[in-house]
């Protein structure tokens, strides 16, 4: 699963489930930040279950469905295309423009390059 592709909705539910670990149609429904219609709710998980993206367990008379991909997976897929889409694969240029756009100051830029120094140093060591 290199390629992660998740919709705004799907993104949604992939979050709820993200944060609580689980749920029921209901349970994901109450959660979303956008209200949508029951069978809304359980089509999009039917469709993340069908892309791998999901398994459930049966749950008295209700499904509870268990996110499969890690946050970290998709913030990682999602990145990646859009460095690829709008950055020409630099990561310097989508800085640059945080910084630009003042998303980013220099106290972060600083915190930034230590985790980049400290990064780099424990794969040296490994």
Do not use: C
């Not at 349970?27 to 209200?35: H, K």
């Not at 630099?90 to 980013?104: F, H, I, K, T, Y």
Request: no cysteine; net charge positive; hydrophobic share 40%.
């Amino acid at each position: 699963m290199d390629e992660l592709t998740l919709g705004e909705r799907e993104l949604d539910i992939m979050a709820v489930l993200w944060e609580t670990g689980a749920g029921t149609v209901g349970e994901v429904r109450e959660r979303l930040p956008v209200p949508l219609a029951y069978t809304t709710v359980l089509t999009i998980l039917r469709n993340l279950e069908a892309k791998g993206y999901l398994s459930h367990t049966v749950d008295g008379r209700a499904h509870r469905y268990r996110p499969r991909i890690a946050q970290r997976a998709a913030q990682r897929s999602a990145l990646k295309r859009m460095l690829s889409r709008f950055f020409s694969g630099s990561p310097e240029l989508l800085l640059a423009r945080l910084v630009a756009d003042g998303n980013v100051d220099a106290q972060a830029l600083r915190e930034m390059a230590e985790r980049v120094a400290r990064g780099k140093h424990s794969r040296r060591t490994r």
